[in-house]
């Protein structure tokens, strides 16, 4: 069957799989407590938590798969528990901290990270050795292992992705007589032939909990070589590449190409755009034509476009499996998380996740080749997508807090509502960071 993106499962489901422990600014790290394992003996149950990444046929299915592992000799069976997003991130430091939590998890986009600062997760380099002794880890498509690794190891393996994408209708940008545009130039020019036939020419919103407005502007700082971080990991926001990105996004607004709503659109505000034939291009994640309802192929991908300086770049988010120090068996949790990425290639064959794989034999199966604009996503889009730090080499805890906070929201804010210009708004943001990752 059809499903709706994961995106449009939950707020607090789409924030988690984009990076956003939602209660990290708020809730106060894990004290100092023993990472050790637990007392249990080695064949103790593996229990691992999931989140609902798609409908209950998701749950049902990860949960049939991780009870039918068959572990070896004395290593544990596995449990299975859907944990909900709301209040998620309380949930499992509440269970970490009181040693009753999981062997084995997905979370969201920088909970690894975070944990790891605390001591709590188990690191997965034994399992990244047996998947190149095996042969898996050349399956694994470009920059998505790699994006798990710290200079302490690597804090998860990686299960999925959802790279920010440009989409467009192709029967509006036909009625409006444009071609697809292939840089920001032509994009403009599109975007004034839309606006003749009273059409949105730049699909955004920053409403409450819509989280596509920061999103799309990140993804458009990236497409032209920027970002919000520098080689060092510090932030570094008001650059001349951010500001002449931020400005293009301000010639929309100033040209009428951007609806003057967005600023205030929620996740369904913008939806129902896409969906009502209001908005004919801009960024969104997978799975748009099912989260709208229109599988009729009017709803398209394109290549992804060049920037000014001729950079091609988006955001992109990794979810991940991670590993935790409390646990009855290492060796048990790395054997069935080895068992278990073996057993992902399910999920695209029923069609219980609007997630896209990490991994180039499920890109390969008929039935995910069976969607040619997942499959025009990975092909070009995966390649040129970078981590929400960029331009620092290594992701961090904090990020969360960046990605969940309120410095980013009231930036799209700002920005759509033209309320200051360009470098003033990046200044106010870059503030916003600092404050949440000193």
Avoid at 110 to 139: H, M, P, R, T
Avoid at 292 to 303: H, I, R
Avoid at 329 to 352: I, M, N, P, R, T
Wanted: net charge neutral; with cysteine.
């Amino acid at each position: 069957m059809t499903i709706k993106s994961a995106l449009s499962t939950s707020a607090f489901s789409r924030r988690g799989f984009l990076g956003v422990a939602a209660a990290a600014a708020s809730v106060p790290l894990l004290a100092a407590c023993g990472g050790g394992s637990a007392s249990q003996g080695a064949g103790g149950t593996i229990k691992f938590w999931d989140m609902p990444w798609g409908p209950p046929a998701y749950s049902d299915l990860a949960k049939k798969l991780t009870e039918s592992y068959v572990p070896t000799g004395s290593l544990g069976k596995a449990s299975y528990q859907t944990i909900q997003w709301n209040n998620f991130y309380q949930t499992f430091s509440s269970a970490i901290a009181s040693k009753t939590g999981p062997a084995l998890s997905t979370g969201g986009g920088f909970q690894a990270f975070q944990f790891a600062e605390q001591g709590q997760i188990a690191y997965a380099d034994n399992v990244i050795s047996k998947l190149k002794q095996n042969g898996q880890y050349n399956d694994f498509l470009p920059g998505t292992i790699e994006s798990q690794n710290t200079d302490k190891g690597y804090v998860a393996v990686p299960w999925s992705q959802g790279p920010r994408v440009v989409w467009y209708r192709k029967s509006l940008l036909d009625r409006a007589g444009v071609a697809v545009p292939t840089d920001w130039k032509s994009w403009l020019e599109a975007g004034k032939a839309l606006k003749g036939i009273g059409v949105s020419a730049f699909g955004i919103g920053a409403g409450a909990g819509n989280v596509f407005g920061n999103q799309n502007l990140l993804s458009m700082m990236i497409n032209n070589g920027g970002g919000l971080f520098n080689e060092d990991g510090r932030p570094d926001v008001v650059t001349d590449r951010n500001i002449e990105a931020m400005e293009f996004v301000r010639e929309m607004v100033s040209l009428g190409l951007i609806d003057p709503g967005a600023v205030s659109y929620t996740l369904d505000n913008l939806s129902s755009q896409w969906k009502d034939k209001k908005i004919g291009m801009g960024w969104y994640a997978p799975g748009l034509p099912e989260s709208t309802g229109d599988t009729s192929g009017d709803l398209q991908v394109a290549s992804p476009l060049a920037g000014p300086h001729g950079d091609k770049g988006t955001v992109n988010y990794i979810g991940s499996i991670m590993m935790y120090k409390n646990t009855p068996s290492q060796e048990g949790s790395e054997a069935f998380l080895l068992w278990y990425l073996g057993q992902l290639k399910e999920f695209w064959k029923q069609d219980v996740v609007g997630l896209l794989p990490v991994q180039q034999s499920i890109v390969d199966l008929p039935e995910f080749q069976k969607n040619k604009q997942n499959v025009q996503i990975i092909k070009e889009w995966q390649s040129v997508g970078k981590p929400f730090g960029t331009k620092s080499p290594r992701l961090f805890g904090s990020l969360a807090a960046v990605d969940g906070g309120q410095a980013l929201s009231q930036f799209a804010q700002t920005m759509l509502g033209a309320r200051a210009d360009a470098k003033t708004a990046l200044t106010d943001l870059q503030k916003g960071i600092e404050s949440v990752t000193k």
